[in-house]
């Protein structure tokens, strides 16, 4: 392998490794929503997958397409600058709606005392909540929609950092070094979002959530919002 090639893929690994670990969005939501909706390990692995191919395949398609159509560098990072702040609002928006809806699953499901008075004249109090009926559907179909919420949300956010180190190879004409960069940093950001994912998952089960767990989607809602919050002001 060259010297240029050599550094070319050092390159895209380190940097594919650096923006994933550095970015908590990349595997925050899937960690907190793994334990918030009861997801396995292997459908937690598949989601987070998924979604990290969809996230880099995003940008390696732009990334192509302005190489093959010829835009400027500055023209592509505007595109995934824009790109990136829709997905930031709407992981913002994502993480506060679904906190705000377990808020109010949350406040239904507390327990109050009643008293019933019978004909015959003797009294009883019972205890109940109103989490019963419909409020279930709502629960499943939020349950069934938040894996392909999060993927549509990762295909939005685009891969900054790769789209000007793919244009160096391609200002040399370097098409096998193009898609050297692209497959080095795609396997090596979607492989840390998921080695991330796993070691919070496999730490997380050994730790009694027991008392967290009434509020533990209340608290994925806030922590999705925040890494979206973070995304928009701090730039991570």
Same mark, same amino acid.
């Given at each position: 392998? /060259?010297?240029?090639?050599?550094?070319?893929?050092?390159?895209?690994?380190?940097?594919?490794?650096?923006?994933?670990?550095?970015?908590?969005?990349?595997?925050?939501?899937?960690?907190?929503?793994?334990?918030?909706? #009861?997801?396995?390990?292997? +459908?937690?692995? @598949?989601?987070?997958?998924?979604?990290?191919?969809?996230?880099?395949?995003?940008?390696?398609?732009?990334?192509?397409?302005?190489? &093959?159509?010829?835009?400027?560098?500055?023209? @592509?990072?505007?595109?995934?600058?824009?790109? %990136?702040?829709?997905?930031?609002? @709407?992981?913002?928006?994502?993480?506060?709606?679904?906190?705000?809806?377990?808020?109010?699953?949350?406040?239904?499901?507390?327990?109050?005392?009643?008293?019933?008075?019978?004909?015959?004249?003797?009294?009883? /109090?019972?205890?109940?909540?109103?989490?019963?009926?419909?409020?279930?559907?709502?629960?499943?179909? #939020? +349950?069934?929609?938040?894996?392909?919420?999060?993927?549509?949300?990762? =295909?939005?956010?685009?891969?900054?950092?790769?789209?000007?180190?793919?244009?160096?190879?391609? &200002?040399?004409?370097?098409? !096998?070094?193009?898609?050297?960069?692209?497959?080095?940093?795609?396997?090596?950001?979607?492989?840390?979002?998921?080695?991330?994912?796993?070691?919070?998952?496999?730490?997380?089960?050994?730790?009694?959530? +027991?008392?967290?767990? #009434?509020?533990?989607?209340? =608290? &994925? %809602?806030?922590?999705?919002?925040? !890494?979206?919050?973070? =995304?928009?002001?701090? %730039? @991570?």
């Amino acid at each position: 392998m /060259e010297g240029s090639t050599l550094l070319l893929a050092g390159t895209a690994i380190t940097i594919g490794f650096v923006h994933t670990l550095v970015g908590p969005d990349h595997y925050l939501p899937f960690i907190v929503m793994g334990e918030a909706r #009861r997801w396995g390990i292997r +459908k937690t692995m @598949l989601i987070t997958f998924l979604c990290g191919l969809g996230h880099v395949l995003s940008s390696v398609v732009v990334g192509f397409i302005g190489i &093959a159509a010829g835009i400027s560098l500055s023209k @592509l990072e505007f595109l995934e600058g824009f790109r %990136g702040n829709i997905a930031a609002w @709407l992981l913002i928006a994502f993480g506060l709606v679904y906190m705000l809806i377990s808020l109010r699953a949350l406040y239904r499901r507390r327990k109050h005392m009643h008293s019933h008075i019978h004909a015959d004249g003797t009294a009883h /109090e019972h205890e109940h909540d109103h989490s019963g009926g419909h409020s279930h559907i709502h629960l499943a179909d #939020r +349950k069934n929609l938040t894996p392909w919420i999060l993927f549509l949300i990762f =295909i939005l956010g685009p891969c900054e950092p790769l789209i000007p180190i793919l244009m160096y190879p391609a &200002a040399e004409n370097n098409i !096998s070094g193009v898609i050297l960069v692209a497959v080095l940093f795609s396997a090596v950001t979607i492989a840390t979002m998921m080695a991330v994912v796993l070691t919070f998952r496999l730490g997380l089960s050994r730790i009694n959530l +027991k008392p967290l767990e #009434r509020y533990v989607n209340v =608290i &994925a %809602g806030a922590v999705i919002m925040v !890494s979206g919050l973070a =995304i928009q002001f701090l %730039g @991570l």
